[in-house]
Structures are given as structure tokens and as C-alpha cells.
T-cell receptor, first 113, second 113 residues
Framework: QKEVEQDPGPLSVPEGAIVSLNCTYS??????FMWYRQYSRKGPELLMY????GNKEDGRFTAQVDKSSKYISLFIRDSQPSDSATYLC?????????????FGQGTELSVKP | DADVTQTPRNRITKTGKRIMLECSQT?????MYWYRQDPGLGLRLIYY???????NKGEISDGYSVSRQAQAKFSLSLESAIPNQTALYFC????????????FGPGTRLLVL
């Protein structure tokens, strides 16, 4: 079993829809949770970063962490065609430990005009 | 100009050949990483370096070696390439700090025949 599981999709939604992307994990030591966005033929870029449980909002994006269920989510409100990309969750057990990031497989999202 | 650059962007090679992928960064970061990305497997860490004199193996280092020639340069070598090393390779950098974010290069697409 992988430490981090993410539905690879692909996920296709109409413009304006609310998108929910999810990851589950098995290592209860994970405390730092990230979402990266990767456009086609580009490297991933950090979208959201949260520590421990709770919600964090940034514009149309909301990241949720439920450590009791070992489940994290990324919500995109009013989705736009420019949101079409692959979204990767990543997590780490230790602060400032660089190479200890564990990535999910990535979910490919397509937002249709 | 891009902060993290990778050369070459695309490479086709034959089984048994030695090849080198290069990464340079202008972000002034001390930490550098090499990942490979495969469909359905996400990003997996090959090697990472916290400074010029510190090199560490990642999750899948067998068949690879690295060299940190300077703070800004980190090279990945495949000593004797094999077909299952066909993948997308990313270099990333980060600095130690309150929020550790990894900045990725544009990737090198490698095909081993």
C-alpha cells in the first residue's frame, strides 16, 4: 500500500463547477500538507500549504486536513479553464526536512468552457 | 529568465549509454533535489542535497548518481541507462525556512531505447 493515495482521474467538469480533489494517507506522523499544481509540460508549483488539521483558504482555493481520518482535500470554487492541470498532494512528517516530501500520484483535472 | 533550469529538455538514448542531466538555479537556495515522474506513480525522490558537501539517497537511487558541483548546480547521471529509466525528470530547489517550498524546473523528458 502506498503511503499516499490519490485518485488519478481524469476529472472533467464544466466551467463554474466546484471541484473536490482528495488524498488519503497511512502515516499518522504526517503533519505538513501541500498541494502542487502542474500544467502540461511544466514543473509542479506550490498552490497551498497547511500544517496539522483544519482549513486554509486562498481565493477560490480551500485546503482541508482531517488528521483523524487521514484525509486531505482541495476545493476549487468557480472553476476556470485555466485551472486545468494535474494536482498533486504532498506531505511530510517533519518540519524543514526537505527530501522527506511524499507525493500522491496526481489528479488530472480538465475544466471545460 | 527561469529560476531553475534543466538541460537537456528532451533526450533519447540507447540502453547501456551513460548520460547526464544538469540543473542550475539562480534562487540562491541551498537545497536541491532530483525526482522522476511516471504515470500512475507520481513524483519519486532520487537524490537530494542540503548543501555542497551533503548528498543523500532518496526513495529510488539505484542506477543513478549525482554531483553537486556548486551551490547552484546539481547533476544527475545514469551510468548505464536501461529502458525502465524512461521517465520525466525534475530538479527542484528549496531553502530552509518557515515554510519550505520546493521550486521545480521544467523537466527533462528521457527516452531509453
Amino acid at each position: 500500500q502506498k503511503e499516499v493515495e490519490q485518485d488519478p482521474g481524469p476529472l472533467s467538469v464544466p466551467e463554474g463547477a466546484i471541484v473536490s480533489l482528495n488524498c488519503t494517507y497511512s502515516n499518522s506522523a504526517f503533519q505538513y500538507f501541500m498541494w502542487y499544481r502542474q500544467y502540461s509540460r511544466k514543473g509542479p508549483e506550490l498552490l497551498m500549504y497547511t500544517y496539522s488539521s483544519g482549513n486554509k483558504e486562498d481565493g477560490r482555493f480551500t485546503a482541508q486536513v482531517d488528521k483523524s481520518s487521514k484525509y486531505i482535500s482541495l476545493f476549487i470554487r468557480d472553476s476556470q479553464p485555466s485551472d486545468s492541470a494535474t494536482y498533486l498532494c504532498a506531505m511530510s512528517a517533519y518540519y524543514n526536512q526537505g527530501g522527506k516530501l511524499i507525493f500522491g500520484q496526481g489528479t488530472e483535472l480538465s475544466v471545460k468552457p | 529568465d527561469a529560476d531553475v533550469t534543466q538541460t537537456p529538455r528532451n533526450r533519447i538514448t540507447k540502453t547501456g549509454k551513460r548520460i547526464m542531466l544538469e540543473c542550475s538555479q539562480t534562487k540562491g537556495h541551498d537545497r536541491m533535489y532530483w525526482y522522476r515522474q511516471d504515470p500512475g506513480l507520481g513524483l519519486r525522490l532520487i537524490y537530494y542535497s542540503f548543501d555542497v558537501k551533503d548528498i543523500n539517497k532518496g526513495e529510488i537511487s539505484d542506477g543513478y548518481s549525482v554531483s553537486r558541483q556548486a551551490q547552484a548546480k546539481f547533476s544527475l547521471s545514469l551510468e548505464s541507462a536501461i529502458p525502465n529509466q524512461t521517465a520525466l525528470y525534475f530538479c527542484a530547489t528549496s531553502s530552509s525556512g518557515l515554510q519550505e517550498t520546493q521550486y521545480f524546473g521544467p523537466g527533462t523528458r528521457l527516452l531509453v531505447l
